[in-house]
C-alpha cells in the first residue's frame, strides 16, 4: 500500500522535473509538488539512508593514505622514470591527495573517484608503466600497494568488489612479471 502511494507522488515529480519541460515556465511544475510529495520523498531519502550506507574512512586510516601518498609523491620526483610516465603518477597521487584534504565535502565517493580514476590511468599508460617497473620496480610496487589500500578500504564503504585484484594482472604490473 505505501509503495501505491509513494509510486503516485514519483509520478508527480516526474512530470515536475521532465528534462524537456525545464525550459518552460517553472510554475507549472511547482504547482505539482505539495506538502504529500516532499514528505513522500523524504520519507524514501530515509528509507533508502537506512539501507545504504556508506560508512566513513577513519582518520587514522586517512592519515596512514596521506602519508603514502606523500611518500610516493617524493620517491617520484627523485626517480629517474620518463617525464610523461612521471607527471601522470604526480597528477594521480595529487587526486588521491586532493580527495583526502577534501574529505568533509566528498566522503568515501571522493576518494573512490581519485582510485577509479588512478586506475583508468594505469589501464591508459600500462606499456609505459611496465616499462618503468624494470627502471624502479620498488616505486611501481609501492603504487600498487596504495592503489590496493585505497581499492580494499573503498569497496568495503561502497560494498563493492575489489577491482584491483582482477585487473592488476591484466595490466601486466603484478607480482609475478
Not at 508527480?12 to 518552460?24: G, H, S, T
Not at 581499492?151 to 585487473?167: E, G, P, R, Y
Request: aromatic share 8%; glycine share 6%; with cysteine.
Amino acid at each position: 500500500m505505501i509503495w501505491g502511494f509513494l509510486k503516485q507522488n514519483f509520478d508527480k515529480i516526474e512530470k515536475a522535473v521532465r528534462p524537456r519541460d525545464l525550459d518552460k515556465n517553472f510554475d507549472i511544475s511547482v504547482d505539482l509538488i505539495d506538502e504529500t510529495v516532499l514528505h513522500s520523498l523524504q520519507f524514501s531519502c530515509e528509507l533508502l539512508s537506512s539501507l545504504y550506507d556508506e560508512g566513513d574512512v577513519s582518520k587514522e586510516e586517512l592519515s596512514e593514505i596521506l602519508s603514502a601518498v606523500e611518500v610516493l609523491f617524493e620517491q617520484t620526483i627523485g626517480s629517474n622514470l620518463d617525464r610523461d610516465v612521471k607527471t601522470f603518477i604526480l597528477e594521480s597521487l595529487e587526486a588521491i591527495r586532493r580527495s583526502i584534504s577534501h574529505y568533509k565535502i566528498y566522503g568515501p565517493k571522493g576518494l573512490r573517484s581519485a582510485f577509479q580514476l588512478t586506475l583508468g590511468g594505469v589501464h591508459a599508460n600500462k606499456d609505459a608503466l611496465t616499462s618503468s617497473k624494470e627502471k624502479d620496480p620498488t616505486l611501481v610496487k609501492n603504487i600498487g600497494t596504495l592503489l590496493t589500500k585505497l581499492d580494499s578500504t573503498t569497496a568495503m564503504l561502497f560494498k563493492a568488489k575489489k577491482v584491483i585484484s582482477k585487473s592488476w594482472s591484466l595490466l601486466g604490473l603484478d607480482e609475478d612479471k
